[in-house]
């Protein structure tokens, strides 16, 4: 529940450790170098770091004999003394292996900072179940894109955001509220005494939890009807624990929260027939984001939602990717574009895991015709070679969208090549290019390289599990000046590959050492 600080801990349950990042001037390298309690004190302040800790101590023990676990958490602490943000990268994978059950990573800043970086947490960290951003100016913006970077299922992302580091009262920021485990009435009563009497509750995260009764869990939402939520998610739920009297319920919340801005119901068995209520109760809000996916929501509600998108000023993403595939179909996805192309704010679209076959010429209008959309994910469809004709030949001459996704898409066709080439060759707009795993490989690289090279205005790729030879990659790479950002992951026949003492990174680091490599 919500994001909690300790210092001080009962035994058996959790060791801390306060890290600070070395570098090493002679070779820049980077090391983690263990610090003492008071200077952590001393950096941030006795009474920041005092306030950070009051009164926790209960709620950990008693947090941790309820799960029954005994586990050791890092603090890493990133300050002045630190290097550059862009170096959290390596901050994080410098992850000792000895620590193969850590639990909470703890970013702390003594100065605001902005540009956080994303994609920071490697698949090693499989434990990994709390990331919290303490201290850090990040707008919501920043944290949804790094919500998404993160992607993974296991792990809860919590913000706060402080407009100074001086804390008068910590229950002054008692904000935000996270809820896992059982629902049961013993869980709800503590919830309530915690947050009694507070009615800005800005955020509310329900995630990985198990309806042990359903009449507690609908008292708990009905504890939320009067607060002030911005932010509602409920998310890697037991899908079939929802039915529609725990969605009803969760529906008459939206209604009555007239400050809601943010809504994410993704994987709770969203039906059609739950989708005019719905709508009907978010219709008058200031929604900006709107995440329905991996839902079982077909072409019918599609076009209740694009009713929506057409009457809605507000929405800047919208994701309704991984729905029931068969039966949402290309059509569904013609009435979600429809609707979109005349929305003003929107900027983000993502379509993944959907049959979308045929529908290039009306992603092509939505294209061109929507000059507020910046970013179009279109991973793991079902597009045929005529789609992408239509889609790269609105890339060619777009002006606004900065981002396009293809990635895990079973191309293999020369001809498609071609037509993904000339449309970034010619694109003067685009900021980010992922094409991860569309086949790529030895034999028709230079198809897709040729497009790279003659644009000057892509700085950012993702070029992961494709087989072509790494040496290829990165020799590519390296002498492509414009390119500042490359996340790159062997397919698996390179699977020697290695990222350790590899004369390819080295060379990157010696010649290019403002390109950063990003290996996860």
């Not at 890092?74 to 639990?103: A, D, G, S």
Request: charged share 30%; proline share 2%.
């Amino acid at each position: 529940m919500g994001c909690s600080y300790y210092s001080s801990l009962p035994k058996h349950t959790y060791e801390i450790s306060y890290c600070d990042l070395e570098s090493s001037k002679d070779d820049n390298t980077y090391k983690i170098k263990l610090i003492s309690k008071e200077e952590v004190k001393k950096r941030t302040g006795r009474k920041f770091f005092d306030q950070l800790n009051k009164n926790k101590d209960k709620e950990i023990s008693d947090f941790c004999k309820r799960e029954n676990f005994e586990q050791k958490t890092i603090f890493y602490l990133y300050t002045k003394e630190t290097p550059e943000i862009k170096n959290l990268y390596q901050m994080i994978n410098l992850i000792p292996k000895e620590v193969p059950n850590l639990h909470h990573i703890f970013l702390l800043s003594t100065e605001k900072v902005k540009d956080f970086p994303n994609n920071l947490i490697e698949k090693k960290t499989k434990n990994l179940i709390y990331i919290d951003f303490i201290g850090y100016e990040i707008d919501l913006n920043d944290m949804e894109e790094i919500y998404e970077d993160m992607n993974y299922s296991h792990i809860t992302k919590n913000y706060i955001i402080y407009d100074d580091n001086k804390i008068e009262s910590s229950d002054e920021r008692l904000d935000e509220i996270y809820i896992n485990g059982p629902i049961n009435k013993g869980y709800v009563n503590h919830v309530k005494l915690n947050f009694l009497g507070k009615k800005e509750l800005i955020k509310v995260y329900i995630s990985e939890i198990k309806i042990v009764n359903i009449k507690s869990f609908i008292e708990l939402i009905h504890f939320f009807y009067h607060k002030d939520i911005k932010v509602f998610s409920i998310f890697n739920t037991n899908y079939n624990d929802f039915d529609d009297k725990i969605i009803d319920s969760i529906i008459k919340l939206l209604e009555k929260n007239y400050h809601l801005r943010s809504l994410d119901l993704h994987n709770i068995n969203l039906k059609d027939n739950n989708l005019n209520d719905l709508i009907r109760a978010i219709s008058d809000k200031r929604i900006r984001y709107l995440d329905l996916r991996k839902n079982n929501i077909t072409k019918e509600g599609a076009t209740i939602i694009s009713e929506f998108l057409r009457i809605n000023k507000t929405l800047i993403k919208l994701d309704i990717s991984n729905n029931n595939k068969t039966e949402f179909n290309s059509e569904g996805i013609k009435y979600i574009i429809s609707g979109l192309i005349t929305s003003p704010s929107i900027k983000y679209v993502d379509f993944s895991d959907m049959n979308i076959t045929g529908c290039g010429e009306h992603i092509s209008d939505l294209i061109l015709d929507n000059n507020s959309l910046e970013s179009l994910i279109l991973k793991n469809n079902d597009l045929n070679k005529n789609d992408y004709k239509n889609i790269f030949e609105a890339i060619k001459i777009c002006k606004s969208l900065k981002e396009i996704d293809i990635s895990h898409n079973d191309i293999n066709d020369n001809v498609i090549y071609e037509y993904i080439r000339d449309g970034i060759k010619s694109n003067v707009s685009l900021v980010l290019l992922r094409i991860d795993d569309i086949k790529i490989n030895d034999d028709n690289y230079k198809i897709i390289f040729e497009g790279i090279e003659n644009n000057k205005h892509i700085s950012k790729y993702s070029f992961c599990y494709n087989p072509v030879k790494p040496k290829i990659v990165f020799e590519f790479f390296i002498n492509q000046k414009q390119v500042k950002k490359l996340r790159y992951l062997p397919n698996e026949n390179n699977k020697d590959f290695s990222f350790e003492n590899n004369e390819f990174i080295e060379k990157c680091q010696k010649e290019r050492p403002d390109l950063v490599i990003i290996n996860y």
